[in-house]
């Protein structure tokens, strides 16, 4: 997430936002940000989300993930609000959606992303 320069906005019981803000490194040849941004910040929302429902020495994997971009991503920044649905013992599902926050403060829906994530032992040096 560094990277493309997301960070971690706020962790609550099965709920976790990263915040993206938008730069000219991570935009499209239309200006937009990128999809993959958009989908990288859902993802990560997705999975930290699940591992908040989940024992300490618990890391996710993405399975699988479906994406639905709702319109540009346009906007000062963005916040990937994911949820978890359900966790199981090896198998949890979560939603997310991404908001284009403006400048005025305002805040539109660009993305919902609904994420299933596998369970697995986290690995020493490496986190979820």
Known sequence: MRTIG?????VGDGEVRIRLRASP??????????????????????GYACLTKMPMDAAVLSVEFKIN??????????VAVGKTVRVGKSIA??????LAEG????????AVMQATM??????AGRSG
């Open 69 to 78: 971009l709702l319109a540009p991503a346009v906007g000062e920044s963005f």
């Open 93 to 98: 599902v979560a939603t997310a959606e991404v």
């Open 118 to 123: 596998m369970r697995v032992e986290a690995q």
């Open 25 to 46: 490194h991570i935009s499209q040849q239309h200006g937009f940000v990128h999809a993959g941004a958009i989908a990288a910040i859902a993802d990560s929302a997705c």
């Open 6 to 10: 997301a960070e971690l906005a706020g």
């Open 103 to 110: 400048s005025d403060g305002t805040s539109k829906c660009i």
